[in-house]
């Protein structure tokens, strides 16, 4: 069995000094695949050293030149694609599908960042536009410094790419943290490094989990930003750590979004995008569709269309081409989807699906696809993340009380709107309250357009231009002309 009991620091792999070791897990198999160390703040001060060490000769490249390097970590992905897709698809539960678009929108991030990269050299030492005469200034965008960066199980080369891409795109050196839960594929970002001859100290991955690395990373004196994606409760607890110190944070948490079914829509194609914003990667994605706003003018068609894409959903082995849906990536997060469930059981909800109406595969952390309808605005169902493959819908008799329920949320990371009409798609996204919307498509997410929330969604944002900032401090240098 693999042991990951080696921290990658200077581009060595050295001896973790954490005793305790933490079971990897193949989700469907539900066998153990490897194990990790979970890692000891004496490897944090060791990465962070190695860091600091990498930053100065890191910052004087060129963005040129540090976005040549990134082109190797995109190419390094690509030469690997077929063997992460399965590695992914094991470690993860992910189908084969799903694991193909967390490598290949990695891919393309560190392909954007390089790009980003280079433009960086044009934007330095700027003329700004003065009202004073007689005065010159020019505004330069220095690294913030050492960054940490901490990523969820969910999609782990994707995630870990838009902190990593820009960063190293700016100057910034880096730790980063993945998940203890799905070590294994960003593991090839510590091979590729030393392919490619990054320079040692310019990328530490630490693997543990939030006692061994998480949280003395987020508390690091010498850490001087931290990015986190993740829960709420750890996210809060991030920013805590980094405000003793008033370091800068961005925050990628939690979401609840809606997806707005206008009258007028077609309801088959409407339940594909449903399908696709809920059911995808089993539910588990920040930006899952999981509340479904539908007028009543077409709620019952939808919700019989809906249920019968449910009933042909295939779940199974997540190897296997013919399978939609594979199982949830940890036992724990099928107990807390479960828990969800019992509540609903409690309350009463109605169901188009419900939890038994199917039998689930033998083996793998399955749940089977739900579906309620008119779920009370209370329901914990209805106001939490739930992070599975759980569809919460009520119907509603015009545009404004759409958009009043889909906005009546704690959370605002994306949102999706069906029409016919595309102008009326565009207008009713203007009156939502998230950073990402998307009309007749579902979880469109590009390099080039950014990503991140309103609300407790988070802090900051990922991907375009705004990506890049995250890791950039703005100067001006400032006399006569
Ligand atoms: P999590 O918060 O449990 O863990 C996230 C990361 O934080 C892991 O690497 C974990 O080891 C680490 N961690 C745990 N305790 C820590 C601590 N005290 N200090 C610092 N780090 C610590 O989240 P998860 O279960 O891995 O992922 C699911 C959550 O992530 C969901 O809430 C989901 O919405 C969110 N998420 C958000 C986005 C986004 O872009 N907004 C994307 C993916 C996932």
Same mark, same amino acid.
């Given at each position: 069995?693999?042991?990951?009991?080696?921290?990658?620091?200077?581009?060595?792999?050295?001896?973790?000094?954490?005793?305790?070791?933490?079971?990897?897990?193949?989700?469907?198999?539900?066998?153990?695949?490897?194990?990790?160390?979970?890692?000891?703040?004496?490897?944090?001060?060791?990465?962070?050293?190695?860091?600091?060490?990498?930053?100065p000769?890191?910052?004087?490249?060129?963005?040129?030149?540090?976005?040549?390097?990134?082109?190797?970590?995109?190419?390094?992905?690509?030469?690997?694609?077929?063997?992460?897709?399965?590695?992914?698809?094991?470690?993860?539960?992910?189908?084969?599908?799903?694991?193909?678009?967390?490598?290949?929108?990695?891919?393309?991030?560190?392909r954007?960042?390089?790009?980003?990269?280079?433009?960086?050299?044009?934007?330095?030492?700027?003329?700004?536009?003065?009202?004073l005469?007689?005065?010159?200034?020019?505004?330069?965008?220095?690294?913030?410094?050492?960054?940490?960066?901490?990523?969820?199980?969910?999609?782990?080369?994707?995630?870990?790419?838009?902190?990593?891409?820009?960063?190293?795109a700016?100057?910034?050196?880096?730790?980063?943290?993945?998940?203890?839960?799905?070590?294994?594929?960003?593991?090839?970002?510590?091979?590729?490094?030393?392919?490619?001859?990054?320079?040692?100290?310019?990328?530490?991955?630490?693997?543990?989990?939030?006692?061994g690395?998480?949280?003395?990373?987020?508390?690091?004196?010498?850490?001087?930003?931290?990015?986190?994606?993740?829960?709420?409760?750890?996210?809060?607890?991030?920013m805590?750590?980094?405000?003793?110190?008033?370091?800068?944070?961005?925050?990628?948490?939690?979401?609840k979004?809606?997806?707005?079914?206008m009258?007028?829509?077609?309801?088959?194609?409407?339940?594909?995008?449903?399908?696709?914003?809920?059911?995808?990667?089993?539910?588990?994605?920040?930006?899952?569709?999981?509340?479904?706003?539908?007028?009543?003018?077409?709620?019952?068609?939808?919700?019989?269309?809906?249920?019968?894409?449910?009933?042909?959903?295939?779940?199974?082995?997540?190897?296997?081409?013919?399978?939609?849906?594979?199982?949830?990536?940890?036992a724990?997060?099928?107990?807390?989807?479960?828990?969800?469930?019992t509540?609903?059981?409690?309350?009463?909800? !109605?169901?188009?699906?419900?939890?038994?109406?199917?039998?689930?595969?033998?083996?793998?952390?399955?749940?089977?696809?739900?579906?309620?309808?008119?779920?009370?605005?209370?329901?914990?169902?209805?106001?939490?993340?739930?992070?599975?493959?759980?569809?919460?819908?009520?119907?509603?008799? !015009?545009?404004?009380?759409?958009?009043?329920?889909?906005?009546?949320?704690?959370?605002?990371?994306?949102?999706?709107?069906?029409?016919?009409?595309?102008?009326?798609?565009?207008r009713?996204?203007?009156?939502?309250?998230?950073?990402?919307?998307?009309?007749?498509?579902?979880?469109?997410?590009?390099?080039?357009?950014?990503?991140?929330?309103?609300?407790?969604?988070?802090?900051?944002?990922?991907?375009?231009?705004?990506?890049?900032?995250?890791?950039?401090?703005?100067?001006?240098?400032?006399?006569?002309?």
């Amino acid at each position: 069995m693999q042991q990951l009991d080696h921290q990658f620091i200077d581009n060595r792999w050295l001896p973790s000094r954490g005793e305790r070791r933490l079971a990897v897990m193949n989700p469907y198999r539900e066998e153990v695949i490897a194990e990790v160390t979970a890692g000891h703040p004496d490897d944090v001060d060791d990465a962070v050293a190695a860091a600091r060490r990498a930053l100065p000769a890191w910052r004087a490249l060129s963005g040129a030149e540090r976005g040549a390097y990134l082109e190797g970590f995109a190419d390094g992905l690509a030469q690997r694609r077929e063997e992460l897709i399965r590695l992914s698809s094991t470690n993860n539960g992910k189908v084969l599908a799903e694991a193909a678009i967390d490598l290949d929108d990695a891919i393309a991030c560190y392909r954007y960042y390089a790009r980003q990269a280079r433009k960086l050299d044009q934007r330095q030492g700027q003329l700004v536009e003065l009202e004073l005469g007689g005065i010159e200034a020019r505004c330069y965008h220095d690294p913030v410094g050492v960054v940490g960066l901490i990523t969820p199980w969910n999609f782990p080369l994707v995630t870990s790419a838009w902190k990593l891409a820009p960063a190293l795109a700016a100057g910034c050196t880096a730790v980063l943290k993945p998940s203890e839960v799905t070590p294994l594929p960003e593991r090839a970002l510590a091979e590729i490094a030393q392919e490619i001859e990054l320079p040692a100290g310019v990328l530490n991955l630490l693997f543990g989990d939030g006692e061994g690395i998480g949280a003395p990373l987020a508390a690091h004196p010498g850490i001087d930003k931290v990015s986190f994606t993740g829960s709420n409760r750890v996210g809060e607890s991030v920013m805590r750590a980094a405000a003793e110190r008033t370091a800068d944070v961005s925050l990628e948490l939690g979401g609840k979004s809606p997806i707005l079914v206008m009258d007028g829509a077609d309801p088959a194609q409407a339940a594909d995008w449903v399908m696709a914003g809920i059911y995808f990667n089993a539910g588990q994605i920040c930006s899952a569709t999981s509340r479904l706003i539908v007028h009543q003018a077409i709620a019952e068609k939808l919700y019989a269309a809906l249920a019968a894409r449910i009933d042909a959903l295939v779940l199974g082995d997540p190897l296997d081409e013919g399978t939609d849906m594979g199982p949830l990536t940890s036992a724990r997060q099928r107990e807390n989807v479960q828990a969800y469930l019992t509540v609903a059981q409690r309350e009463g909800l !109605s169901a188009v699906r419900d939890a038994h109406h199917r039998q689930l595969p033998k083996q793998g952390y399955f749940v089977a696809p739900v579906l309620y309808r008119d779920v009370p605005t209370q329901s914990r169902l209805w106001r939490e993340e739930i992070f599975g493959p759980v569809l919460c819908a009520r119907s509603v008799a !015009s545009e404004q009380e759409a958009i009043d329920l889909a906005n009546d949320c704690d959370f605002g990371l994306a949102a999706t709107v069906v029409s016919g009409d595309v102008e009326r798609a565009r207008r009713i996204g203007r009156q939502l309250q998230a950073g990402s919307i998307w009309f007749n498509s579902e979880q469109l997410v590009l390099p080039e357009t950014g990503w991140g929330g309103f609300k407790r969604s988070g802090i900051g944002r990922e991907l375009g231009p705004w990506g890049l900032s995250a890791y950039l401090a703005v100067k001006h240098i400032v006399g006569p002309a």
